[in-house]
């Protein structure tokens, strides 16, 4: 299972643009990439799932560069909303699932 | 549909106590999981089903933990006996397939606390 790393934390101000990035270099061919968020007492939440390259969707962006080594979720002109723990994912669309979550980046927006 | 339904909400019980937890998952998803979330650990997987079927069970902690899925709208979490370190938010989670880039929908967990 490829492993994932990202920041513990992070604080951006409202409006600001935030780009939290999570390493895989282990990564395989297989492996698709997925990013969840979870806010205090509530279970996590889809947000955005990638290959390669861009995907964008009403809530995010994810920037995969060509080596899939790392990837970008971008969030636009947060709002306080926002905080909330950030987890990446790998999975492997050929296997059974294990999903396993890492610690995730604590997002801060401050007013 | 209604989502993944945990119940109970929270569970305060004694140590020594069983507990059961139990989840109703998204109906025609084939796949189930149990989380784990502390402050120390985070979310850990616990184990997860495949069409009913405990697929890995590897996360569990110890005998005292156990799962069964009797149908595919139905599982419990049993823990017998509790301990107090068995305090955390227990997550289900369930998906429509098999795969492992399958999107996970989530309960609002069960908040048990063993005193």
């Known amino acids: 299972l490829a492993k994932t790393t990202q920041p513990i934390s992070m604080d951006s101000y409202e409006g600001q643009e935030v780009n939290i990035t999570c390493s895989h270099n282990?990564?395989?061919?297989?492996?698709?990439i997925t990013w969840y968020q979870q806010f205090p007492s509530q279970g996590p939440r889809f947000i955005i799932q990638?290959?390669?390259t861009k995907v964008t969707n009403e809530v995010a962006s994810l920037f995969i560069p060509a080596d899939r080594k790392s990837s970008t979720l971008s969030l636009p002109r947060v709002s306080l909303s926002d905080t909330a723990v950030y987890y990446c994912l790998v999975g492997d669309i050929a296997g059974y699932q294990k999903v396993t979550f890492g610690t995730g980046t604590k997002l801060q927006v401050i007013p | 549909d209604a989502g993944v339904i945990q119940s109970p909400r929270h569970e305060v019980t004694e140590m020594g106590q069983e507990v059961t937890l139990r989840c109703k998952p998204i109906s025609g998803h084939n796949s189930l999981f149990w989380y784990r979330q502390t402050m120390m650990r985070g979310l850990e997987l616990l184990i997860y089903f495949n069409n009913n079927v405990p697929i890995d069970d590897s996360g569990m902690p110890e005998d005292r933990f156990s799962a069964k899925m009797p149908n595919a709208s139905f599982s419990t979490l049993k823990i017998q006996p509790s301990e107090p370190r068995d305090s955390a938010v227990y997550f289900c989670a369930s998906s429509p397939g098999t795969r492992g880039n399958e999107k996970l929908f989530f309960g609002s967990g069960t908040q048990l606390s063993v005193l």
């Open positions: 990638g290959y390669k």
């Open positions: 282990n990564i395989a061919t297989n492996d698709y």
